[in-house]
């Protein structure tokens, strides 16, 4: 089976009035398709930084990324948001869902990039909302809907172009804690389905622990802690 993502010595450093700033040093991750993976860590320890830099939202100083064989690092940026769209679903502590449009609208926006099957587009995207209890909240506004119900409705918005990977930043920081676990339940219930690789920055150490991966980024770098978790072996 071929690696679907490849992460390999990154590495992202910033000048400060002080001197050189490392927040990554050479951190290193594989993942196949239908992997999940936690990532932990402190405040300011670099989760986020790591997350958008495999998203292609940000640049390394220095390290390698390969998601599906292609090195989208070296592409040109029209080229980098392309392949963004196409192959990667991100989801934020903040939805971000535009309060203009309704529920069905915000989760078909990443399709007008260009789908090739723009026929199927709002059945996929009402099956998507669907399977996460909100096919009666088609044509609400994201301001009519409650916390947990925006987050469900950013998550099918992340997989509506069936993304290889997903990125989740804090999914459930701005949740409480029944919401979160649910939330939390359909991210690796859906990317399980669909096979696509789950990588969730999270402060949650009982969300980190539901997760086959466990990793905790320390000193710049990802180390095992699988062991470490609430329901870890």
Do not use: W
Request: with cysteine; aromatic share 4%; charged share 20%.
């Amino acid at each position: 089976m071929s690696v679907g993502l490849s992460v390999k010595e990154l590495t992202k450093t910033f000048t400060t009035a002080a001197g050189t700033l490392t927040i990554l040093q050479q951190a290193d991750l594989s993942m196949n398709r239908g992997d999940a993976v936690a990532i932990t860590g402190p405040s300011g320890s670099g989760k986020s930084t790591l997350l958008y830099i495999i998203g292609l939202l940000d640049e390394p100083t220095a390290g390698e990324i390969v998601i599906a064989d292609e090195q989208p690092l070296k592409f040109d940026q029209a080229a980098q948001a392309k392949f963004r769209n196409q192959k990667i679903g991100f989801i934020f502590q903040d939805h971000h869902l535009l309060p203009q449009c309704t529920v069905l609208e915000n989760v078909i926006l990443p399709t007008l990039a260009g789908s090739s099957d723009s026929e199927n587009l709002q059945d996929r995207a009402q099956s998507l909302l669907e399977r996460v209890n909100m096919a009666d909240r088609l044509h609400h506004r994201p301001g009519q809907l409650s916390g947990g119900e925006r987050q469900r409705v950013a998550v099918c918005r992340a997989l509506i172009n069936q993304p290889l990977l997903l990125l989740a930043d804090e999914p459930t920081g701005n949740l409480d804690p029944k919401t979160a676990d649910a939330v939390g339940s359909l991210l690796l219930e859906i990317a399980n389905e669909q096979q696509t690789m789950l990588i969730c920055v999270t402060h949650s150490h009982e969300l980190a622990g539901r997760f086959p991966r466990h990793l905790e980024l320390s000193d710049g770098k990802l180390v095992d802690a699988t062991s470490l978790s609430p329901s870890g072996n």
